[in-house]
């Protein structure tokens, strides 16, 4: 067990729909990652979150948004829903910053889009 | 920018076979390195890292050597046994600037009894 958790674990919704994922992550960690992982793409680096604020950025598209809260849980936005966005997206955690220490994984949620 | 080359699958052994699955990066200055495996329908997980030129890690019998002169970080296990059916990723971080972890597209590993 990581100690990252992630719900819902499946979602399964239509095109032109909105959802949200949320992770929390490990005790102590600040850091938040999200990833997307689809068979064509691989594990495709979406965003970060550093103690509340945004760090970097990847490939994310602009109808996708996310948070970190002050608890420092994190919540991933899906809108407009098209097929293609159906994969399974990964929350990870880290203690801080440095590249030194691993990201922790939670077992990720399958969104498919119908 | 990053990025990490790995060895295409997917690979096919008996058990007690050695393993080898080859990994090469491309990236500015001296990143971490890691090997992550991820089993049917879970997340993630560590294997093993190494965060400097010669490091070896290793972990459940698995073992990998940060080779800077030839920019790779090979995974190798003596004797792979079904559990071991997975797949295997393996990334790099930059020290500094992003601290993203950026992964090889994956390499699955299939044991047969």
């Known amino acids: 067990d990581s100690g990252v958790t992630q719900t819902p674990k499946h979602l399964i919704t239509a095109t032109g729909q909105r959802v949200t994922l949320r992770c929390s992550p490990r005790s102590g960690d600040l850091s938040v990652y999200w990833y997307q992982q689809s068979l064509d793409q691989g594990l495709q680096f979406l965003i970060q979150?550093?103690?509340?604020?945004?760090?970097a950025k990847g490939n994310i598209l602009e109808r996708f948004s996310a948070q970190q809260f002050p608890d420092l849980h994190s919540e991933l936005n899906l809108s407009s829903l098209e097929l293609g966005d159906s994969a399974l997206y990964f929350c990870a955690s880290s203690v801080g910053q440095g590249g030194n220490s691993p990201l922790h994984f939670g077992n990720g949620t399958r969104l498919t889009v119908t | 920018g990053d990025s990490v080359t790995q060895m295409e699958g997917p690979v096919t052994l008996s058990e007690e076979a050695f393993l080898t699955i080859n990994c090469t990066y491309t990236?500015?200055?001296?990143?971490?390195l890691f090997w992550y495996v991820q089993y049917p329908g879970e997340g993630l997980q560590l294997l093993l890292k190494?965060?400097?030129?010669?490091d070896k890690g290793s972990n459940k019998g698995f073992e990998a050597t940060y080779r800077k002169e030839t920019t790779s970080f090979h995974l190798e296990k003596g004797s792979v046994q079904v559990s071991d059916s997975a797949v295997y990723f393996c990334?790099?971080?930059?020290?500094?600037?992003?601290?993203?972890?950026?992964f090889g597209q994956g390499t699955r590993l299939t044991i047969n009894p």
């Open positions: 990236a500015t200055g001296y990143p971490s």
């Open positions: 990334a790099l971080r930059r020290i500094q600037g992003a601290q993203k972890l950026v």
């Open positions: 190494a965060t400097k030129a010669d």
């Open positions: 979150y550093y103690n509340g604020e945004e760090r």
